[in-house]
């Protein structure tokens, strides 16, 4: 099935849990409302014209300094001007983050029966960091939302047990976000830096 | 977890009737000799049968994610050489691949074969040293000292091409590194001459070897939904029976061009994954050697008026005099460092793309175009910067699909990688696998994972 | 066993003797986390011998090893760890710290790396590269060979109270 065949059928089925909707660069990707996630997974799984039986992967992505960071300009201090090189144009743009809550979970599908993939973006606010838990229809997907709350801090309702994965206990912070700096270390033994 | 007395049931009759049994809690800790890499695995034992298994990674977190917002986007091309550390090619290119999508570029047709090229051998010396590994562990460590001596072969043939045998940060985005060199095909007939003399050795030692196909077949089952539904991809979902190749499903680079056959299995056994990997070494072998023969011709490395090459130190002293004339179309000989990537090899390594791909270095001691086409590239706050995106490219692993999820900010850096890692999927069925079974099942089970430490914590 | 200080003929050629014996029969324990692992195999595999230095035999427990070879990068989860794993190694032992991962933390300056293990333990030799050539490592092993020859083991090693003189300031 191709892109726009394959999201008109997520949008069809599903007018008000779908906010929007691309295909930048052929990849067909659906903006879906976090309360729908699960019911919008399920029939992924098993409509017949869709079968997405593959979970592929499941992470996050935190929005928070989207756009924001500044070129830095490495003779900006000795006065020579310097513009930074301008980006590749691009026909289609990409329309950027989903809105503008903090994190987004992507989600994204396979068949092997159809052959297509299907990216499924939702927004997660930070006061409200809580999206349902697919592991009922994918058992893959318990370890890889235990690694999106170790790392962001998102929840998941419904998770048989979350608990951190690639950190250690004593470990406090989400460190993928962005507020994290890369090299705080919270040790457990031997001096912090 | 806590240990449970079992019913009565259990007991034998030699045994008083007031004994209290328990199941006991092993703990197969992160330092084990048996367990390649890293990962903690707790068994609830009820005499030799596991009842339960947890598993425990991200002893190797290494942060690969967050580093890679800190570097710019050739910069997180060494990174990607230690995710999968025994097949390092494979990576680097599906991460170029995935930032050459996003920008929307595509190489030159004899780029896309080098790819291959390496790709496949990367994904031999893979093979080789999981069936290596896991045939030591179950006490064969000929077997072992077989593989790792053909493993050898093909890493000096990876150090002819790329120049170092583990971490070679080979793929650039929008190109390779450098070209092959022009007396690849001979070493690479004979290494892979010495690879099939192993794999018979091997075959001849372990296939119809009754302890080691009693301890394999039969082991460590699992079905192909059972497996789709937990993600599991690769030649461990290939060995239950279903066929999902990315090669094949969805094609990148030249596979679409190149004949090759896909072993699937059919119990889904420990014994099935160890010949799927050994089949698909010979496949690989072959994929390399049609891929040697397709491939466009390299190109000559000579000066157009002389015939012959100019050194590279003559070369910038001509131009620094101004005698571009001299040197217009010429191709200089460099060191072993640079053996590949001059000029005339330029155009079939690197896409056609000034913004991205840095120029050759003729051109950028030669002329002032050349010059600032590097700095643009190479300079704090300049670099590549792709469009702002989001893209997500799957290649096939050693292990299963591999894939990259990159998303673009427009700066320099990448905003966002995440990889798809092709164990960790495994890795979470492995209660699943281990549960019923006794507790020697889990040396070969957890052999046939082939987990990587670095690919599964990052 | 406080060699500094003994000058008597005997007990100097009996220390040589123990320290040529012990450097030709190593029992390595190689705590192997990463992509150093792959060339810690190759090592010690048929091309680049290990066992023609007399170390060829690892053994699985750190009770009967007396060198603790540490390869690949050590993440504060896994550091409490080894340095349980060290403790449990009875003297005299030497620590190789095997990769630049072990030896400064490589390029991981990230908040899950240990940077540099002799921040948690005392460190004999150290092996940079990433990951090193099994060349480095065979030169790296014979300096320890060296260092065990003169029996300088880490729980021996000069320290600013016995010897005041070498320590500067």
New interface residues.
Partial sequence: MNTSLLIESVRVRFPDAVSASHAYRGDATVVVVPKYVLEVARFLKEDPALQMNYLMDLTAVDYSTFGKRPAPAFFASSGVAVRPSPEIPDEDPWPGPPDQSRFALVYHFYSTTHKHRLRLVTPVDEADAQVDSVTSLWPGADWLEREVWDMFGVDFRGHPDLKRILMYEGFDGHPLRKDYPVNKRQPLIGPTN | MEPTPTPETTRTESEPAELETRDMLLNI?????AM???VRIVTKLDGEQIQEAEVE???????F???AE?VDYNGVI??T??LN??SPLINNMGYCMAVE????ISVPERCHYVRVIVSEISRISDHL?CVGASAMELGAMTV??YM??A??YL?ELVEKVTGA???VSYCRVGGVKADLPEDFAEPCRKAFEETRKVLDEAHGLLTRNRIFVDRMSGTGVISAEDA??????GPFLRASG?D?DVRK??PYAVYDRLPFDVPVGSCGDNMDRYLVRMEEMEQSMRIVEKALGDMPPGAVQVDPETGRPIPAAEMVDLAKVGNIAAISGGCAVTGPTLEGSGRSQHPAIAAD?K??FLPPKEDTYGNIEGLMSHF?LV?????V????????F?VEGANG?L?F?V?S?????P??V?V?PPC??I???LPKLLTGGMIADMVPTFGSVNMI??EL?? | MNTLNDTSFLTSRLNEAIGWARKYSIFQYPFVTACCGMEYMATACSHYDIDRFGAGLPRFSPRQADVLFVVGTISHKIAPVLKRIHDQMADPKWVVAFGVCTCTGGFYDNYATVMGIDTIMPVDVYIPGCPPRPEMVLDGLMKLQDRIQAQHTTGNRPTRETRPDIFNA
């Fill in positions: 800790g992160p330092a084990h000799p390649h890499g890293i990674i991200g002893y190797l977190h290494r942060g994610e967050k580093m800190t060494p990174y050489d230690r550390y025994v999508k996003l920008l929307g040293t072992f000292l790792v001596k493993r050898e890493w045998r583990l971490t789709i539904s937990y993600g599991i991809t279903a999902y499903d969805c793309e913004r991205v643009k300079m704090h706050g300049h670099g910067r792709p469009p702002k995106g989001e893209v997500y799957p699909e894939g999820y998303v900010d427009g700066g320099g850096n905003y966002r995440r798809r960790f999927a890795m979470s069925a430490g670095g914590d990052r």
